[in-house]
């Protein structure tokens, strides 16, 4: 299981990227968040768990604990595997209520990170912000 959204929060994210003076290392942060992200398992890696609007491969499977989405998430790029483990660290571990009225864009906002992202790396990850408020709704 991953350990974003219960033990690295947003605010861990948040707080780690100020830190940083220059966009390249702080694109080596996100990348090194996404190596902490474990490995799907091929079983996953199916159709039905692509996110579509991505320009990597990405796959996304949920399960539910009482009242409590748990999300895991794999990618093929090193990139988008730490831009997913930032969304899930927003998501993960926490009720549909809350998925549901969590600030994404403020976060995004805090972090500085649309306008450093190309276009189409920008899209996928609403793509899979998306995916998770609708599994949520």
Not at 53 to 72: A, I, K, M, N
Not at 74 to 94: C, E, P, Q, R, T
Not at 103 to 110: C, T, V
Request: charged share 25%; aromatic share 10%.
């Amino acid at each position: 299981m991953s350990q974003f959204g219960t033990e690295i929060t947003t605010d861990d994210i948040v707080e780690t990227l100020s830190f940083f003076d220059s966009w390249e290392d702080r694109y080596k942060y996100i990348i090194d968040l996404g190596r902490e992200l474990p490995e799907l398992d091929a079983s996953e890696r199916t159709d039905s768990n692509l996110v579509r609007g991505c320009q990597s491969q990405v796959w996304l499977v949920s399960r539910e604990e009482g009242d409590t989405l748990y999300f895991d998430a794999d990618s093929d790029a090193f990139i988008v595997k730490g831009l997913l483990a930032v969304v899930l660290a927003a998501y993960n571990g926490k009720t549909r209520e809350d998925i549901q009225a969590f600030p994404i864009e403020d976060y995004f906002e805090q972090l500085n990170l649309l306008k450093h992202l190309s276009p189409t790396r920008g899209n996928g990850l609403k793509a899979m912000v998306s995916r998770i408020q609708a599994t949520a709704a």
